[in-house]
């Protein structure tokens, strides 16, 4: 799900059955992303993020169990670095459980979600 491009707010709700079946709710949010894990560097876009984990959309998604680095570069803010596991992949897009997260981590996640549209 994206915002049209007329739209006065570019962050939105996850779908609600997708909300169902996760503890923490997500919101779409585009915003770019580079990730490694190992010597194998990759791009892409976030689809959707939230407390537990995110969906990237990728050309060269990793393969699920892979750990990888991440760097999200959100509106408005510095790039925040994240460490997860890819728990599933498909051709172009994965989705990624985070880590322990850090204190910006997850102060900038708790505010995106509180409000929505956070970064406007």
């Known amino acids: 799900m994206q915002a049209s491009p007329n739209s006065a707010a570019p962050y939105l709700l996850a779908h609600p059955h997708e909300l169902a079946r996760r503890r923490s709710p ?3 949010v585009e915003a770019a992303v580079s990730y490694a894990r190992g010597r194998q560097r990759g791009l892409g876009r976030t689809l959707n ?4 984990g995110m969906a990237i959309e990728s050309e060269e998604p990793p393969a699920v169990g892979e750990t990888t680095l991440l760097v999200v570069r959100l509106p408005d803010t510095q790039p925040l670095p994240f460490t997860g596991v890819v728990r599933w992949s498909r051709p172009g897009c994965f989705g990624i459980q985070y880590g322990p997260l ?3 981590q997850t102060r900038v996640l708790v505010q995106l979600l509180a409000r929505g549209n956070a970064f406007r």
Do not use: A, D, E, S
């Open 26 to 28: 997500r919101v779409t």
């Open 49 to 52: 993020l939230g407390l537990g």
């Open 102 to 104: 850090g204190g910006p």
